[in-house]
């Protein structure tokens, strides 16, 4: 029997071919620069609000284990370590991986990065993490549910796992391959598969038949006026699910 993989070659290949841009706010990842902002706010929020601590603290995410699955070149796993938590960032492509260590060294941050995909860590039984998050990945690898599976494989119960990917809308066709791609060009041709895009359904219910249980589907949406993204109740185009696996049940009490 063929053993289910995760990573898509070609779209491997793509994002390495533009590794030195990842931290260029001005390249070919200029839009995932202006989003990063929002996006690393709702998550600060809720993974604040999760695990009860005050989200004005420097360092709210202290003592927490974090898995940053398609980590590209640390665009998320180095806001997140500042915030105090133990980040391991995982990316197949080796180039997008040498491109992070590179950045963390000159920042001085603390991210353990690694050139794996997440079913070797979960083969490999790496100790699960606290939390997962999987950002604008899901659309680019082979098996989306596998993928799925297998990074909430790692959360440990009480942890939360969340997923931000774009809709296959007819209005996300429009707004992030159409005019992102060949009329406002904000990213470079080719750059996304509508036909990858998932519906939140194709998310949740993965994460659902693994054992986690979906708490909040937020949206964020784009001001072409103010140049600006927020978040926003338009799940249309990009999305973030939340979700977390439940703590074990407390053992029946024992009869005398």
Known sequence: MTQS??????????????????????????????FNPVRLAALRDRLCAHFGRDRFQKRPLEG?????????GG?????M???????????????????A?????????????????????????EPPFDIVLSLEAVEHVADPAYFLSQGAALVRPG????????????????TAKIAAEYILRWLPAGTHDPRKFLKPAEIAGPLRQAGLTVT????????????SWRESDDLEVNYLVVAHRPEAADPPASRS
């Not at 370590?81 to 491109?99: M, Q, Y």
Request: glycine share 6%.
């Open 216 to 227: 909040e589907e937020v949206g964020f949406s784009y001001n072409p006026l103010f140049d």
């Open 81 to 99: 370590a500042r915030l105090g938590a133990e980040v391991v960032g995982i990316d197949p492509a080796d180039r997008n991986i040498k491109i």
């Open 5 to 34: 993989r995760t990573i898509d070659d070609q779209e491997v290949e793509k994002f390495a071919a533009m590794a030195e841009e990842w931290w260029d706010p001005f390249g070919k990842f200029k839009p995932l620069h202006k």
């Open 64 to 72: 927490l284990r974090l898995l940053d699955i398609g980590c590209g």
């Open 75 to 79: 665009l998320v796993s180095e806001p």
């Open 159 to 174: 942890g939360l796992m969340a997923v931000a990917t774009l809709n296959r809308t007819l209005k996300s066709l429009l």
């Open 101 to 125: 260590e590179a950045h963390r060294r000159e920042s001085g941050v603390n991210v353990d990065y690694r050139t794996v995909t997440v079913e070797r860590l979960v083969a490999e039984k």
